[in-house]
């Protein structure tokens, strides 16, 4: 039995393709989220004994549980590398910093993340040379790779960078991230069975706003605005804020009850042009159906917006899992750092 933590852990997404991956050979003994809303649905869907534990910055990582895999989908922050510091400290005011003093006091096995795409550049790419550094330092040998959501089951144009960090003593020479497994689903594929409220249905008034947006930025020479996505195709990836639902608007000529269901302005559009629903939302982010969602929408778009694509994360964890379970010890790697086979496991 692997024992894990799930840090910044948002609504469980990295945890579940895990859970998926090793089934019930992996014990969550941690979890730490800030965010009320994302714990309430964190709750809703883990059946766990344990308190899901607040901001991780003022927990003591002599507190937190004996792991074999720490989970992290921590936000991306720059590091001033401005002073005099080096490795471990250039990591102090960052959220990294935390998973790396938990790192540091704990050893666990395997150190895994997620992160957006841009993390290798981020700060003139000074970010994440830091990170691989500071695992480096702490005795990880890391490999990462950016992969792409629609490349693995999910509709969802959405570029991710992943981190597997092994310990020394097990760090295979090199690891192989998954190829594409099934890039053939469409948005049709997650659309809701049937009639979906007038509530999301973009209002008249609402409707002529983003048009007018979309032509002003046009005769600037610029891409941005609303898109109507056809359902042969794939969606944008999907964020929260800003104009992450308009990105991603689909013609549902299913509606027969325009009456609205909350206060708009104007009229519900006859058009049939709508925002996807929070279950599609899950569905692009390959969350299964039984996926208990219970808080309001607007937290809902956030949740999915910022959380991972859960068949992506399952593969991945399907290879460390193997790696885990590899009798394939590299002899000359373990006698440099001194390990006996036992350790192996």
């Not at 901001?55 to 937190?64: A, G, H, L, P, S």
């Not at 469409?186 to 409220?197: K, Y």
Request: with cysteine.
């Amino acid at each position: 039995m692997f024992k894990s933590i799930d840090l910044f852990a948002g609504i469980g997404g990295i945890r579940l393709g895990f859970d998926q991956a090793f089934k019930d050979e992996i014990e969550t003994v941690f979890i730490s989220e800030w965010d009320k809303k994302a714990q309430e649905t964190y709750r809703a869907n883990f059946n766990d004994e344990i308190e899901i534990m607040g901001d991780i910055t003022k927990i003591d990582e002599k507190d937190i549980p004996d792991h074999d895999i720490l989970l992290a989908g921590f936000p991306c922050q720059a590091f001033s590398l401005a002073g005099q510091k080096k490795g471990f400290e250039d990591a102090r005011g960052t959220l990294f910093f935390d998973v790396a003093r938990i790192v540091k006091y704990h050893k666990p096995k395997v150190v895994f993340a997620e992160n957006v795409k841009n993390l290798v550049n981020h700060d003139r790419g000074r970010t994440f040379k830091v990170i691989r550094g500071i695992l480096k330092d702490l005795g990880y040998e890391v490999f990462y790779k950016v992969l792409n959501s629609k490349d693995f089951g999910v509709p969802q144009n959405r570029e991710r960078i992943y981190i597997v960090a092994f310990r020394n003593d097990i760090a295979p020479c090199s690891f192989k991230f998954p190829e594409k497994t099934d890039d053939t689903k469409v948005i049709r594929d997650i659309i809701e069975e049937g009639e979906v409220s007038s509530k999301y249905y973009l209002s008249t008034v609402y409707l002529d706003s983003l048009r007018k947006h979309k032509r002003r930025h046009e005769s600037k020479g610029n891409g941005f605005g609303y898109e109507i996505r056809d359902y042969e195709s794939i969606a944008g990836a999907i964020v929260c804020g800003g104009m992450g639902r308009e990105r991603n608007l689909i013609i549902d000529e299913r509606l027969t009850d325009f009456t609205p269901v909350t206060h708009i302005q104007g009229e519900v559009n006859r058009e049939y042009i709508r925002k996807m629903t929070p279950r599609e939302w899950a569905r692009l982010q390959g969350f299964p159906d039984d996926f208990k969602l219970v808080v309001a929408d607007t937290h809902l778009y956030k949740q999915f917006g910022n959380s991972v694509t859960v068949p992506a994360i399952k593969i991945i964890a399907e290879q460390i899992k193997n790696r885990l379970e590899s009798k394939k010890i590299d002899v000359k790697r373990m006698r440099k750092y001194g390990q006996v086979s036992s350790d192996w496991r």
